[in-house]
């Protein structure tokens, strides 16, 4: 059993009853050992799966239907995918919706967009249910990690705009990426532990849990043992992991290294592949091609995911920019049979 699967055995029953279901490169943007829970954090615990009732009977849907077509996954877009269609929030819900996916994964900006242009969160919301899928996460750039109080402070209250809004969707995960400490070589792991534990608190509060995310390109967090690491030592039996296939090659953790997670410390993983060249130390997020079409063992890293436990959303995250010009529902439509053409090859 390994440090993660051990620490949170004995809580097994309550993390499952409670489960709903950078620093970023300007192009990407819209717009060109672990603690057991105390008493009292069980009541607050408790407390807050009460809370996320109405998410976790919706999310139950995509769950309901993967496990009745024998899938150990469930199917995600990030929009990330086709960003540079520069299409509206309510159409690339509909486009995913009628491609077949499970679910979709929009980033905090779009949301943001939409209101701004007179749109509500509740009609957001319906139009998600109506075409069958689920927020599985969601995509938020927050500085909850950085050393001054009063900006880390304000990366806390970012994060809780921004956890309210996916909330509003029926969703119940957010992305926690390293902003703002990309470029430091310098930071103390315990340290960066409590400031994470900070914000699973603003988390536990909102009933929305933000998800720890690897950057292969960060100099702080892009190792698997340093997520692990934190998810350790912030003492949260519910702490989550995002993680994703280019980002731990990008940052030169070996993929044998997902078996230290357990499934349950993880309901989000971005899928995606790579080509060989260019080399690691030069590869970028806009190399990143549909899995299989590139390098990437998807065998191995989906059959681990599966044996660990992770029965959670395989989400095609993707910036590359000839898919860019394509049509999107092309895309959005290949995509997903990339993602079940490499499950299928993994026997799973």
């Given at each position: ?14 993390a ?76 690339e819900?509909k ?32 139009r ?30 970012e994060?809780?705009?921004?956890m ?23 930071m ?13 608190q603003?988390g536990?509060?909102e ?27 912030c ?32 309901q ?6 790579y ?10 997020d ?21 044996n ?30 990339k ?10």
């Amino acid at each position: 059993m390994t440090l993660l699967h051990r620490a949170g055995h004995d809580n097994h029953f309550l993390a499952n009853s409670l489960r709903a279901g950078k620093d970023c490169p300007a192009e990407f943007l819209i717009a060109d050992d672990l603690t057991m829970l105390k008493r009292r954090e069980f009541i607050a615990t408790t407390t807050l799966a009460a809370g996320l009732s109405a998410a976790t009977a919706l999310s139950c849907q995509p769950a309901k239907a993967a496990i009745e077509q024998g899938r150990p996954f469930r199917y995600c877009l990030n929009t990330s995918t086709i960003r540079g269609q520069k299409l509206p929030i309510v159409e690339e819900i509909k486009l995913v919706g009628d491609a077949g996916y499970d679910g979709i994964e929009p980033w905090i900006n779009e949301i943001d967009a939409y209101q701004q242009q007179g749109g509500s969160l509740p009609d957001l919301s319906k139009r998600i249910a109506d075409a069958g899928l689920t927020v599985e996460s969601a995509i938020g750039f927050a500085a909850f990690l950085v050393d001054d109080p009063a900006q880390r402070q304000k990366g806390l209250d970012e994060a809780r705009r921004c956890m309210k809004l996916v909330k509003a969707l029926g969703g119940s995960r957010i992305a926690a990426p390293p902003v703002g400490v990309t470029d430091r070589t310098d930071m103390n792991l315990d340290v960066l532990a409590e400031r994470f534990a900070a914000l699973v608190q603003v988390g536990r509060e909102e009933g929305v849990w933000p998800q720890l995310e690897l950057w292969g390109f960060s100099k702080t967090l892009h190792k698997l043992g340093e997520v692990a690491y934190l998810l350790a030592q912030c003492g949260d039996v519910n702490a989550l992991a995002l993680l994703d296939a280019y980002h731990i090659y990008k940052g030169g953790s070996e993929f044998g290294g997902l078996g230290a997670f357990a499934g349950n410390r993880m309901q989000c993983f971005h899928i995606n592949d790579y080509p060989a060249e260019p080399p690691r130390s030069e590869i970028k997020d806009e190399h990143r091609v549909y899995p299989g079409d590139g390098i990437c063992p998807l065998t191995e890293v989906l059959t681990i995911l599966k044996n660990s436990g992770f029965r959670g959303a395989i989400s095609l995250e993707l910036f590359n920019r000839s898919y860019w010009q394509l049509p999107a529902d092309q895309v959005v439509k290949t995509g997903l049979e990339k993602i079940k053409a490499v499950v299928a090859k993994a026997g799973l």
